[in-house]
């Protein structure tokens, strides 16, 4: 069955620092991955993907993501955090082995960004 | 462009009533899913339709809970004798494809229901 691990319930960062928000997924067959950013009282909005090709994939509002097979992961990061990034964000996979119509959502991490 | 719409955005209802949340998909996009996020908890995935079908539906529960995506209209997705766990935000999303396909699913603003 597939899955995604947030092991982080928050991560705390001081805006122009570098930020990292990490996510481990469990899959049959290839994942399709992708993260998520929701906002306070509003619904998720796509920051980015990985499907294939160069593991390193770069998405909405400067961040990027990198894709690990051995390590099963799929972190999010920022070279340079802004206060306005803080929100909750959400790792999610599809299992391309098993047809991959179901997208898996993590529990979600929190970043707080502080002036 | 219209993404997707979830009415109403909040859903107060008594316990033993029938909540009934819809949501009409981007234009053009013929696959559903439903999600329900309880307070300070990730997302948990319910249903996924396409039109007149259901095609997974192992995320709802057994009891009260239903889903449907007609020929015409919004998907529906009613609870029937809510109670208070029931309360939740609900959030509907679309995506062109189904199986096989790369694309991202967008997803509505969410109905946040409240049994009192």
């Known amino acids: 069955a597939q899955s995604v691990a947030q092991p982080e319930d928050q991560v705390n960062v001081a805006e122009g620092n570098p930020l990292t928000v990490k996510c481990t997924y469990s899959?049959?067959?290839?994942?399709?991955l992708f993260w998520y950013v929701q906002y306070p009282n509003r619904g998720l909005q796509f920051l980015l993907k990985?499907?294939?090709?160069?593991?390193l994939v770069k998405g909405s509002y400067g961040f990027e993501a990198e894709f690990n097979k051995s390590q099963t992961s799929f972190h999010l990061k920022k070279p340079s955090a802004l206060v306005s990034d803080s929100a909750l964000y959400f790792c999610?996979?599809?299992?391309?082995?098993?047809?991959?119509?179901?997208?898996?959502f993590g529990a979600g991490t929190r970043l707080f960004v502080k002036a | 462009n219209a993404g997707v719409m979830q009415n109403p955005r909040h859903l107060v209802r008594r316990r033993g009533q029938e909540a009934r949340l819809r949501c009409s998909p981007v234009?053009?996009?013929?696959?559903v899913y439903w999600y329900r996020q309880l307070p300070e908890e990730g997302l948990k995935f319910m249903v996924y339709?396409?039109?007149?079908?259901?095609?997974?539906e192992s995320g709802m529960p057994k009891e009260r809970f239903s889903a449907e995506f007609p020929k015409e209209g919004p998907s529906i997705l009613r609870i029937q004798q809510v109670v208070r766990g029931d309360s939740a935000a609900y959030f509907c999303?679309?995506?062109?494809?189904?199986?096989?396909?790369?694309?991202?699913?967008?997803f509505g603003q969410g109905t946040r229901l409240t049994v009192v």
């Open positions: 999303a679309s995506s062109p494809y189904g199986t096989g396909n790369n694309t991202e699913a967008f």
């Open positions: 899959v049959s067959g290839n994942p399709y």
């Open positions: 990985y499907i294939t090709g160069d593991n």
């Open positions: 999610a996979v599809r299992d391309m082995g098993t047809g991959g119509f179901k997208t898996i």
């Open positions: 234009k053009g996009h013929s696959h």
């Open positions: 339709l396409q039109k007149e079908n259901i095609i997974d």
